[in-house]
């Protein structure tokens, strides 16, 4: 059973326009929720991450949304550019047990 | 400071066969962890060490050992190794219960 559901499975953008990738999650014990992104052939790298206490959080170009209630949350990608074109995914963690999503293939069109 | 290494980066075995994955970190950190990746799955947590001398269960240990007898390295052993183990295979450390930083992977084909 996937404790994360991540949508959509791919997205294609246009140069500057805006992905958006959701996430849900189910177990209230989370605590912490990162974004990785991925290119091919290497290992996840950490994007940005958010604690449950706080509803947003932008780095640059990059925002998390976070709706606890509704236990779901959510990555922004503004001025989409074609280096951002990877595989992402979320996860939800507590301690020494992290759940990912089954990520999001992301293209930007040029 | 070259972070997380994983050897080897690829490796193709014949089922029933038997082998070692190394990962090893020069952060310092505390927590080692091993994952598989699976197309459509994302990442799954197969064992964690919180310590030199302790390992873990995760989500799916089956199959696998591990063994973490000097903080910097974390082993993952495959007794006899099966087809529905062929996968990419990353390690991790963290230095907290939160940041997890990856290496580049093992690519294990299981014919």
């Known amino acids: 059973q996937q404790q994360v559901k991540q949508s959509p499975q791919s997205l294609i953008v246009q140069k500057g326009g805006i992905s958006i990738i959701n996430c849900a999650y189910e177990?209230?014990?989370?605590?912490?929720f990162p974004w990785y992104q991925q290119f091919p052939g290497k290992g996840p790298a950490l994007l940005i991450a958010i604690r449950p206490d706080v509803s947003e959080k932008k780095e640059g170009r990059f925002t998390i949304s976070f709706n606890k209630s509704a236990k779901q949350f959510s990555l922004h990608i503004m001025d989409s550019q074609p280096g951002d074109s990877a595989t992402y995914f979320c996860a939800a963690s507590k301690p020494h047990d992290m759940r990912f999503g089954a990520g999001t293939r992301l293209t930007v069109k040029p | 400071n070259a972070g997380v290494t994983q050897t080897p980066k690829f490796r193709v075995l014949k089922t029933g066969q038997s082998m070692t994955l190394l990962c090893a970190q020069d952060m310092n950190h505390e927590y080692m962890y091993w994952y598989r990746q699976d197309p459509g799955m994302g990442l799954r947590l197969i064992h964690y060490?919180?310590?030199?001398?302790?390992?873990a269960k995760g989500e799916v240990p089956d199959g696998y050992n591990v063994s973490r007898l000097k903080k910097q390295n974390f082993l993952l052993g495959l007794e006899s190794a099966a087809p529905s183990q062929t996968s990419v295979y990353f390690c991790?450390?963290?230095?907290?219960?939160?940041?997890?930083?990856f290496g580049p992977g093992t690519r294990l084909t299981v014919l």
């Open positions: 060490s919180v310590g030199e001398g302790t390992t």
């Open positions: 177990n209230t014990a989370f605590d912490y």
């Open positions: 991790a450390s963290s230095a907290a219960t939160d940041t997890q930083y």
